[in-house]
């Protein structure tokens, strides 16, 4: 059984497109996150959702928007595409903010 | 800025002998945990070590912690080809308000040579 699930595994669009990334966790956990690994492995969070509160990095662009439909899913939206937000996308959750992160396999994103 | 950053940032042994990877890190914390990502997947927990805490063992895993010198350290004995990845640090820097977020370092890679 996969705990944290992501969709698609891989993305390839062009510059101005609009895409999302699915995420779902069966851990029954009420904390979900979005982070952003470059190319050098920096792991950055993007956000974090904790019982309908949104935490939002102030450096994340407002291009990126969180939607959560219920408690097992965040899925992240990002409106017009550029060459900078190639990287590879990850989800995690946890039961409780900062506690052990149960992280999705991640989807590349490259953008051309 | 970012909050840990890992030393070394690339480390090659041999199979059977043991790898140190250190973190530092700048303001205070509430816990600091241990990750690893092998490659193309993603982050597994490994261990979690509270404020209070100097040092936490997992099978062949010791992690210590000095909050004197804001650093911890990551042992892993035995070593096997298994453990190439990329190891991580993760903090949980005190701080007000309910914006309590981790912070990754950069991460040191492993690579066990057989």
């Known amino acids: 059984d996969t705990a944290v699930s992501q969709t698609p595994k891989y993305l390839v669009t062009q510059m101005g497109n609009d895409k999302s990334i699915k995420c779902e966790q069966n851990?029954?956990?009420?904390?979900m996150y979005w982070y952003k690994q470059d190319s050098k492995k920096f792991l950055k969070i993007m956000f974090s959702?904790?019982?309908?509160?949104?935490?939002i990095n102030e450096t994340v662009p407002n291009r990126f928007s969180p939607k959560s439909p219920d408690k097992a899913h965040l899925n992240l939206h990002i409106n017009s595409l550029e060459l900078g937000d190639s990287a590879v996308y990850f989800c995690?959750?946890?039961?409780?903010?900062?506690?052990?992160?149960?992280f999705g396999p991640g989807t590349r994103l490259t953008v051309l | 800025s970012q909050q840990g950053e890992e030393d070394p940032q690339a480390l090659s042994i041999q199979e059977g002998e043991n790898a140190t990877m250190n973190c530092s890190y700048k303001?205070?914390?509430?816990?600091l945990q241990w990750y690893r990502q092998n490659s193309g997947r993603g982050l597994v927990h490994l261990i979690l070590i509270r404020s209070n805490e100097r040092e936490k063992h997992s099978g062949r895993l010791r992690v210590t912690l000095d909050t004197s010198k804001k650093s911890s350290s990551l042992l892993i004995t035995a070593s096997r080809a298994a453990d190439t990845a990329s190891y991580f640090c993760a903090t949980d820097p005190v701080q007000s308000g309910s914006a309590r977020q981790l912070t990754f370092g950069s991460g040191t890679q492993l690579t066990v040579l057989p």
């Open positions: 851990l029954g956990h009420d904390t």
């Open positions: 303001t205070s914390i509430n816990n």
């Open positions: 995690a959750s946890s039961q409780g903010l900062i506690y052990e992160q149960f």
């Open positions: 959702y904790n019982n309908k509160e949104l935490i």
